[in-house]
């Protein structure tokens, strides 16, 4: 940032920039990102259609052979039955997962003139670096976990913002371990801490918010979210929706639930979520752009320094 530049200004200049690098690659992104996101709600609709069919039929199968009447036989084999969507699902998570340090070293390539002809690179390196990257995500997810208790609701999101260039820093400084990784994050924040912030709620509130909003809107108003919500209705006929609404009705709240807005509801949420799973690139190039000009500050403070002394 230019010692004349405002906070407010460069934040907006790293947000364009970033949406100018999406657009500009976004067939190539949308190409990478496509498994890993589609792949998780392929997983997950594979395992609840099997189940869907399975208990249709296991009343007849059932009166077909014995062996069928014992629980755990039944349990285990709808186990086995829901095994092809699980490991569908695994594996675009973990892809998903190795995308989110991978994104930052193809970010720094396009930021630094390269073109993105070839994501396979960027993900290789990342996948070398496996064990570490599973160490950084243990680490991470218990001081996340720490800081869901509602006591801790504050400090856990000033802790975000501090920790928010891990993985650039991770996935650029190819040497750092898992804690080094952690503690540069905070360093670099530390003096742009208002920045960081800012450039965060931006990117939150336009691709958690308005853009998945926008999205969905367009999905009601085509009938697309009605006409989805079928398949995911029949599954959701299943449940004792009926008791539930007795239930409700005798503790006199006014609510009812009703299968077909369940169903929109999560054809809606399933939107929602690969909206944003596919604009990570875009938060991984904007944090990718932060992160390089304060390192660019830095290095330029610490020659200063080296000069004056």
Known sequence: MKKNESVFSNVMKIFFSGIKIYFLNFNKFFKYMAFPVLGQIIGISIIFTAAYFFTLKVETITRLSPIFDNILFVFILLLVIALPGFFIFCKAFWDYLISMLALNSMASNIIEGATLDDTSIHVDMARRRSFSYILLLLILSIIYSIGSFPLFWVIFAIAAVYLCLVFQVFALEEDSSPIDAISLSISFVKYNFGRTLFLLILLFISTYWIIPAIISWGFEAG???????????????????????????????????????????????????????????????CCTILYKQIYAQNYAGKIAVEETE
Do not use: C, M, W
């Open 223 to 285: 009938n697309l979210a009605g006409f989805l919500s079928y398949p995911a209705e029949q599954f959701i006929k299943l449940l004792p929706l009926s008791d539930v609404n007795n239930t409700l009705s005798s503790y006199h709240i006014p609510l009812k639930l009703e299968s077909y807005e369940i169903a929109k509801s999560v054809v809606l949420s399933v939107v929602s979520f690969a909206v944003i799973g596919f604009t990570l690139p875009l938060r991984s190039i």
